[in-house]
């Protein structure tokens, strides 16, 4: 058996191969067989693509009293690959999330930034935050930018 597999595009895809087998008497005095053989490509999208952010960087300047579970501003993030791989989710960058968890949450589909407790000017007049996007698909890699 020989299989000839051209393309004429290149494209990031891992192929699976499965083969199916069937055999089929010709009649119940032969001892022929018939044989199919089919050949079924799964194609399936490579993680090779970290998400994109629109920006590099967001800014957001906001009054002291900004309302409390108040959406700050949403980022947003895009990916080249598809399925899983392209669904892009957003969360604090570690460093973030442990300095600034209590006042900053990014909600996890959207990338809407929110207020989780008051501001107090006096205590803190600027804050630099870093968003994390990744994708679901597996082998992820965070890319983030800046909330300054």
Not at 24 to 31: A, E, K, N
Not at 45 to 74: C, I, K, M
Not at 116 to 140: H, K
Request: charged share 15%.
């Amino acid at each position: 058996m020989f299989i000839h597999f051209i393309y004429n595009k290149s494209f990031d895809y891992i192929f699976d191969c499965m083969s199916v087998v069937d055999w089929q008497p010709l009649s119940y005095t032969d001892c022929y067989c018939k044989c199919a053989s089919c050949v079924v490509w799964l194609v399936q999208d490579a993680n090779d693509h970290a998400p994109v952010f629109d920006r590099p960087a967001y800014n957001a300047t906001v009054p002291e009293d900004f309302p409390v579970n108040g959406v700050l501003l949403t980022v947003h993030a895009s990916d080249a690959d598809r399925g899983p791989n392209a669904e892009v989710v957003y969360s604090l960058a570690s460093s973030t999330a442990a300095e600034y968890g209590h006042l900053f949450a990014v909600e996890l589909v959207s990338g809407a930034l929110t207020l989780r407790q008051s501001l107090d000017y006096e205590m803190a007049a600027v804050y630099s935050l870093l968003v994390a996007a990744s994708d679901r698909g597996p082998s992820p890699t965070p890319v983030y930018t800046k909330v300054p």
